[in-house]
């Protein structure tokens, strides 16, 4: 993988390889997906009750007082039915088994009957001996069978409202434990790949913007968390409920099934024309907000900078030219969205049309009865749901697409800080530094430090000066394998650097440099940094041998004053104080100074050099500044031109020797008395 992380990378609607891939992450939790899916599949039966019911109810009672019967009598029937006189009807849809329907009350077998309505009246007709009976039922016969009618429905009712009472108990459990699923699942591929961001080398994040990082960590992240519990599981509920409404249709009626299914190749056809459209208008919005981030955690960052040299309205128009990229991005794809949509809604209406035309006329006819075409109307009205939020699942699929692609990509990036397979014990040092050959680039073959060689004994406080760019800081970070040398070697007491681990290495080197990065928090947990070892008398000592305390004491709260991000309500000198702190807290065997006073004024510096001359004795120290003032005492000092030593001495000896130092010194010189 190149070092650069590209945002440009998109994935596609569907990938197996990335998809298997994120499955890893859900099996830990595949117990309680099981759970969602069990759910699901009691909910879509639920769901595919409640039109049949409603069949029933309509068909079976609402619609049934002129259904055909059959009398038995007292004892006789099969099943329940209607007292009324000396019979028992019962329906002849109700029954299980056929009937001899021949007249006849011999033995018990069953008589032919219906209520037949003329006019306002309504008669009883029963076919007895080959003989019509006909007989006129009053207001208070024909309530008998109505009251049969009413308790049916009455106890239908019952049942669907504790079809729907179970469904929503059921969907809550399920949703809720599907939420904490992936929330999990989202949890620890969090913690995963911040773990790994702090496994990466300083030459990644030197490669990467911070803003498409913090958007791996944030945006994709939530993508994932969508796609697993809006799109995952709940594709298994769009499965059952079209594959369960297909059988239930086909069992109830083959003919309407048929003719509710012909807009289908429609449908297929305008999916797939929807996939080719949107994927392209996908990858546009994509990469237009991952140009948007980046640009605002850039300005973000340097505000100061732009505010400084009053780059606003050039920063304006730029930020204004991405923003409408993006708009006219997202535009062009909610348009695609705006016709899917109503396209789908535009052919479900048509089969639904299709449906009420064929099925309409048939109910008309009598060769179909009401609450089967009602029923089948639900069905279809449920089969075309998934379909209507296909764009939104689509619209997630190729977002979590993406965002896995681009997290996966981080999470293989193979700039990590290896450990030596078989790391050494390395116990406080005494702190001799030896540089032998080393060479060093940041980009292949531009090299920073060309056959550095120098050596600085344990106690010893030295100095590197030159140029701007010249590889003073490098220096720094070698020493401490923040970056990895090209060539050559760093002892420390003789032991080669790569062989030692590097929290071993760093825990006995303390660091303060020019840009102090202070954390949210409080005063003391900005000087121990997390460390439980260091105990509050510690971080007290460490603030009062560098002179923080002083002003620490005057804040509200002292040491567990707020600190805000970056430490932006101190002042530079107050934050260089609080490093120092956080360095010395640790007692170092070497410290390393970089650029640590070219910030601070005249009365802070001071106070830090009252405390370093405390602070650096048993110590080796390493010191880079601009101000030749601050060095002078150093007990060598080394001068870096263009990555390479060119002289080595201590601040007398290499005035004497008039060369590149000398030169550096007058010029600082001039400048102080204000000579031209």
Not at 197 to 222: A, C, E, H, W, Y
Not at 573 to 583: M, P, S
Request: include cysteine; aromatic fraction near 10%; glycine fraction near 6%.
């Amino acid at each position: 993988m190149a070092n650069h992380y590209e945002d440009d990378v998109l994935g596609k609607a569907y990938d197996k390889r990335l998809m298997k891939r994120l499955l890893k992450y859900a099996i830990p939790y595949w117990r309680l997906l099981l759970v969602c899916i069990v759910l699901l599949l009691f909910i879509t039966g639920l769901d595919l009750v409640q039109p049949y019911l409603m069949k029933v109810a309509i068909d079976d009672h609402m619609n049934a007082l002129d259904e055909p019967m059959l009398a038995f009598t007292p004892g006789n029937e099969p099943r329940r039915g209607i007292a009324f006189d000396e019979y028992i009807f019962v329906r002849e849809r109700e029954l299980k088994k056929g009937f001899d329907k021949s007249g006849s009350d011999i033995a018990g077998e069953p008589v032919p009957a219906e209520i037949r309505q003329e006019g306002d009246k309504h008669y009883l007709i029963m076919e007895l001996h080959g003989d019509i009976i006909k007989r006129e039922l009053t207001s208070a016969d024909l309530s008998v069978f109505k009251e049969y009618d009413v308790r049916a429905v009455t106890k239908l009712a019952l049942i669907l409202f504790g079809a729907l009472t179970l469904a929503f108990l059921l969907n809550y459990v399920q949703v809720y434990i599907l939420q904490y699923t992936g929330l999990k699942i989202i949890s620890s591929m969090r913690l995963e790949l911040f773990q790994h961001l702090q496994g990466l080398s300083l030459s990644f994040f030197d490669k990467n913007p911070i803003g498409r990082l913090v958007t791996r960590v944030t945006n994709d992240m939530d993508a994932l968390n969508e796609m697993y519990t809006a799109v995952l599981v709940n594709l298994f509920k769009d499965v059952f409920l079209l594959i369960g409404i297909v059988i239930v249709m086909l069992k109830m009626n083959v003919g309407l099934a048929l003719v509710s299914f012909a807009m289908l190749p429609v449908i297929f056809g305008a999916t797939a024309l929807f996939r080719i459209k949107a994927r392209d208008a996908y990858r546009a919005v994509r990469m237009r907000l991952a140009r948007i981030n980046a640009t605002l955690a850039e300005s973000i960052s340097g505000m100061r900078i732009i505010q400084i040299f009053g780059r606003e309205k050039k920063k304006f128009q730029e930020f204004d030219k991405i923003n409408r990229d993006y708009f006219g991005a997202t535009m062009q794809r909610l348009k695609i969205n705006a016709i899917f949509r109503p396209a789908i809604e535009l052919i479900s209406s048509l089969a639904l049309a299709l449906l009420i035309w064929f099925g309409g006329r048939r109910v008309i006819a009598g060769t179909l009865e009401f609450g089967m075409l009602f029923a089948f109307i639900n069905y279809l009205q449920q089969f075309f749901r998934p379909i209507n939020d296909l764009t939104e699942k689509y619209d997630i699929m190729q977002s979590a697409m993406a965002s896995a692609e681009r997290i996966f990509i981080l999470l293989d990036a193979n700039d990590l800080e290896l450990d030596p397979t078989l790391p050494m014990a390395f116990p406080r040092p005494r702190g001799e530094i030896e540089f032998k050959n080393v060479w060093f680039a940041y980009n292949e073959g531009d090299w920073v430090l060309r056959d550095v060689s120098f050596r600085v004994e344990p106690g010893e406080t030295c100095a590197f000066v030159g140029a701007t760019g010249a590889g003073k800081t490098s220096i720094i970070s070698l020493i401490g394998r923040m970056y990895e040398i090209s060539r050559g070697q760093i002892l420390i007491d003789g032991v080669d650097i790569r062989t030692i681990p590097r929290h071993e290495l760093r825990r006995h080197i303390g660091v303060v440099q020019q840009d102090v990065f202070l954390f949210t928090g409080d005063i003391q947990s900005n000087i121990r940094l997390g460390d439980s070892d260091i105990t509050d008398e510690e971080v007290l000592k460490a603030a009062r041998y560098v002179n923080a305390d002083r002003f620490i004491s005057k804040l509200p709260g002292k040491y567990e004053a707020r600190v805000r991000e970056r430490g932006a309500t101190l002042s530079s000198g107050e934050r260089q104080l609080l490093a120092f702190a956080r360095a010395l807290a640790r007692d170092p065997a070497i410290l390393v100074l970089d650029e640590a006073t070219s910030s601070i004024d005249t009365e802070t510096e001071a106070l830090i050099q009252d405390a370093l001359t405390k602070l650096i004795r048993g110590r080796t120290t390493l010191v880079v500044a601009h101000r030749l003032s601050t060095i002078q005492n150093a007990d060598k000092i080394i001068v870096i031109h263009k990555g390479r030593v060119r002289e080595i001495g201590t601040h007398q000896e290499l005035l004497a020797r008039r060369g590149i130092y000398y030169q550096l010194y007058l010029l600082q010189y001039k400048e102080q008395l204000g000579v031209s």
